[in-house]
DNA sequence: TCTGGGGTCCTAGGACCC
DNA sequence: TCTGGGGTCCTAGGACCC
């Protein structure tokens, strides 16, 4: 496949050389509390935990993971916390028994939404061509920057490194915190190299330099390869990038299936053809809670039917606030033993409407077999389009496959506003009647 | 005392159409 | 009457990432 994007001048078949840089904030939320409260300095300090106070007592005392009871992980640690052996998505209550003096703070995401906007600005003055990864990573895609392009090839060490280190520069004139950045000719070795020297790193990788610097890391480096991967790797003998890099490509397909066994075998080469982009649109919103008590579906019904109307509705106003409507209207529940089961259904017209995903939430709820107590409950809508201000798709969604039933609503019918639309209102009485025994009636009764 | 919340992408089977 | 292949949509689960 041709990319569109490649520069004029560069001879068809053959990619040009690129220059990527992917840029990831160091412990991004802990440095942002350390911050606004700079006496942390130098301590170990975690973010994360619902119910965290956030500040220190009168007397001077900060909360403790020591003190936390309850569910949560941790979200981030400092380089002090990591130093004794807490990390991102441990257990709070098993980081404790590691770090019981470390501080806990908890999460302000509007904050980091807001040192993330700066860092990504302050970015784009320099390059603006950068493809969003989260809330505190990103990849530039520096070929075209004046100044870099003439470093690719020959003088990695000069041009493109001073500009990476002006990306650097920027960042933290703009928002007081460091960032590692990983330079390389595509978005998987830049990804890799950004995490060789944190914090506050610059890394170069050329692809020449793939044996010497990638093939020694372990295959868990590579951005793709999970936990599952990793243990099927190991099982062949396969723990570093170079002996992966090892194996003919069509043993990898034979042992990992057609798409991810070429993709292993690119991977350990150092080879990934993938652009940088620059816009996307979101497939699917979603909101989910795990309970302080895991809830069963009989004795906590009130509390769980609330619980479902609830989030439903945060679903319904995230759709609104962004601008969209969804047909794929589904469930997650996560049971005592973390077993998680999804259910979903598609109905004829995007919606963004609170109580109208609510009633299909509660159809897919009704094919659970509810025995066991739940310890997370979710929804999400899908197969979203963008809403004009006229409230109808920009983008027409996909017609539905020829109806298997008498044509009885027009085709023009309106999408389902926010205050719920005429000619819905049939329907959803109809899909009421149906319900013989809602799971949770109370809601209706709260919402 | 286990294991958050927000996402994306892939696979695979069945329905349905041409 | 039987056999069939390709394409798309829907659904469920799972791997993976930040």
Same mark, same amino acid.
């Given at each position: 496949?041709?990319?569109?994007?490649?520069?004029?001048?560069?001879?068809?078949?053959?990619?040009?050389?690129?220059?990527?840089?992917?840029?990831?904030?160091?412990?991004?939320?802990?440095?942002?509390?350390?911050?606004?409260?700079?006496?942390?300095?130098?301590?170990?300090?975690?973010?994360?935990?619902?119910?965290?106070?956030?500040?220190?007592?009168?007397?001077?005392?900060?909360?403790?993971?020591?003190?936390?009871?309850?569910?949560?992980?941790?979200?981030?640690?400092?380089?002090?916390? &990591? !130093?004794? $052996?807490?990390?991102?998505?441990? +257990? *709070?209550?098993?980081?404790?028994? /590691? =770090?019981?003096?470390?501080?806990? #703070?908890?999460?302000?995401?509007?904050?980091?939404?807001?040192?993330?906007?700066?860092?990504?600005?302050?970015?784009?003055?320099?390059?603006?061509?950068?493809?969003?990864?989260?809330?505190?990573?990103?990849?530039?895609?520096?070929?075209?920057?004046?100044?870099?392009?003439?470093?690719?090839?020959?003088?990695?060490?000069?041009?493109?490194?001073?500009?990476?280190?002006?990306?650097?520069?920027?960042?933290? &004139? !703009?928002? $007081?915190?460091?960032?590692?950045? +990983? *330079?390389?000719?595509?978005?998987? /070795? =830049?990804?890799?190299?950004?995490? #060789?020297?944190?914090?506050?790193?610059?890394?170069?990788?050329?692809?020449?330099?793939?044996?010497?610097?990638?093939?020694?890391?372990?295959?868990?480096?590579?951005?793709?390869?999970?936990?599952?991967?990793?243990?099927?790797?190991?099982?062949?003998?396969?723990?570093?990038?170079?002996?992966?890099?090892?194996?003919?490509?069509?043993?990898?397909?034979?042992?990992?299936?057609?798409?991810?066994?070429?993709?292993?075998?690119?991977?350990?080469?150092?080879?990934?053809?993938?652009?940088?982009?620059?816009?996307?649109?979101?497939?699917?919103?979603?909101?989910?809670?795990?309970?302080?008590?895991?809830?069963?579906?009989?004795?906590?019904?009130?509390?769980?039917?609330?619980?479902?109307?609830?989030?439903?509705?945060?679903?319904?106003?995230?759709?609104?606030?962004?601008?969209?409507?969804?047909?794929?209207?589904?469930?997650?529940?996560?049971?005592?033993?973390?077993?998680?089961?999804?259910?979903?259904?598609?109905?004829?017209?995007?919606?963004?409407?609170?109580?109208?995903?609510?009633?299909?939430?509660?159809?897919?709820?009704?094919?659970?077999?509810?025995?066991?107590?739940?310890?997370?409950?979710?929804?999400?809508?899908?197969?979203?389009?963008?809403?004009?201000?006229?409230?109808?798709?920009?983008?027409?969604?996909?017609?539905?496959?020829?109806?298997?039933?008498?044509?009885?609503?027009?085709?023009?019918?309106?999408?389902?506003?926010?205050?719920?639309?005429?000619?819905?209102?049939?329907?959803?009485?109809?899909?009421?009647?149906?319900?013989?025994?809602?799971?949770?009636?109370?809601?209706?009764?709260?919402?």
């Amino acid at each position: 496949m041709a990319d569109p994007d490649r520069p004029m001048g560069c001879s068809p078949g053959r990619s040009p050389q690129r220059l990527i840089a992917h840029l990831d904030m160091d412990a991004f939320y802990a440095s942002v509390e350390l911050l606004r409260r700079p006496e942390l300095r130098g301590l170990p300090v975690v973010v994360g935990g619902r119910r965290a106070a956030g500040q220190a007592t009168p007397e001077g005392d900060w909360p403790r993971l020591r003190d936390y009871t309850g569910r949560g992980v941790i979200t981030t640690a400092t380089y002090e916390a &990591r !130093a004794m $052996g807490v990390h991102s998505g441990m +257990g *709070l209550m098993k980081a404790a028994a /590691l =770090a019981p003096n470390a501080i806990l #703070l908890p999460a302000d995401f509007d904050e980091y939404r807001r040192l993330s906007r700066r860092f990504k600005a302050a970015v784009a003055e320099l390059a603006p061509v950068i493809e969003d990864r989260g809330i505190d990573e990103i990849y530039i895609d520096l070929s075209e920057v004046p100044g870099a392009r003439d470093a690719v090839g020959f003088d990695p060490l000069g041009g493109a490194r001073a500009l990476a280190q002006e990306l650097k520069n920027n960042v933290r &004139r !703009a928002t $007081g915190l460091s960032c590692s950045v +990983g *330079l390389a000719p595509n978005k998987l /070795l =830049a990804k890799i190299c950004s995490d #060789l020297d944190k914090p506050d790193g610059l890394t170069v990788v050329m692809a020449e330099d793939v044996p010497s610097r990638i093939w020694p890391l372990p295959v868990r480096r590579i951005n793709g390869v999970g936990p599952k991967a990793a243990a099927r790797l190991e099982a062949l003998g396969v723990h570093t990038v170079g002996e992966l890099a090892t194996w003919p490509q069509a043993d990898l397909v034979a042992e990992f299936g057609a798409a991810h066994g070429h993709w292993l075998h690119e991977a350990a080469q150092g080879h990934d053809e993938r652009p940088v982009v620059t816009e996307s649109e979101p497939v699917s919103i979603s909101r989910e809670t795990t309970f302080e008590r895991d809830l069963h579906p009989r004795s906590d019904r009130p509390e769980l039917g609330r619980i479902f109307t609830w989030l439903c509705e945060r679903v319904a106003e995230d759709l609104q606030r962004k601008g969209y409507a969804g047909r794929t209207i589904g469930i997650k529940l996560r049971f005592d033993d973390f077993r998680t089961v999804t259910r979903d259904h598609t109905v004829e017209q995007p919606t963004q409407d609170g109580a109208a995903i609510r009633e299909a939430a509660g159809q897919c709820l009704k094919r659970v077999n509810l025995s066991r107590r739940l310890r997370l409950l979710g929804a999400r809508v899908g197969s979203l389009v963008r809403l004009g201000r006229d409230g109808l798709p920009l983008a027409a969604p996909r017609a539905p496959q020829a109806p298997a039933r008498p044509p009885t609503l027009a085709s023009s019918e309106r999408v389902v506003s926010p205050t719920g639309s005429v000619a819905t209102a049939a329907r959803r009485a109809a899909v009421m009647d149906e319900q013989t025994l809602p799971l949770f009636p109370e809601a209706e009764d709260a919402a």
